[in-house]
């Protein structure tokens, strides 16, 4: 399976984020502008939390809190599971799995230079096995003949 910079350069595009002195508000809207589920969040070029929809449910909503006057810094998630651009993608699904988390990051020498989704490894993983399975066909299918 390929690593996950392989799956950055097929994703391509903008890594969207967060600053924590920024409104709960104001990150929400952006999640969806985006149609995003969450947003690392950066301060100084560092990744310092996630903020996901999640948080926003169980620590604004359900505390009745008012998100125009909440910090995403006041909410987001601290403790941060990330990876290597190297690391490959079996590895980027046993973390997701075992930690219940949808939304990984993508950090290189403390810069954050993508994130991934347990949605975009599942549709890398489909697309591995369609080729595999097109490959037994063609071996199969010049085999007989």
């Not at 190297?86 to 219940?100: S, V």
Request: hydrophobic share 40%; aromatic share 6%.
């Amino acid at each position: 399976m390929i690593p996950v910079i392989g799956l950055l350069h097929m994703k391509g595009g903008t890594v969207w984020t967060a600053e924590p002195e920024q409104s709960v508000f104001e990150a929400l809207k952006l999640l969806d502008e985006k149609n995003l589920g969450a947003l690392p969040v950066v301060e100084n070029g560092r990744l310092v939390g996630m903020f996901s929809e999640r948080d926003y449910a169980r620590k604004v909503a359900l505390q009745g809190r008012n998100s125009h006057e909440t910090k995403v810094g006041d909410i987001m998630t601290s403790k941060v599971y990330y990876v290597d651009p190297q690391m490959r993608l079996e590895g980027c699904m046993q973390m997701m799995t075992e930690k219940h988390i949808r939304h990984l990051p993508v950090v290189d020498e403390d810069k954050l230079v993508g994130i991934i989704t347990i949605g975009d490894v599942i549709r890398v993983i489909f697309m591995e096995q369609e080729r595999a399975i097109k490959d037994l066909e063609n071996y199969v299918f010049t085999s007989m003949y």
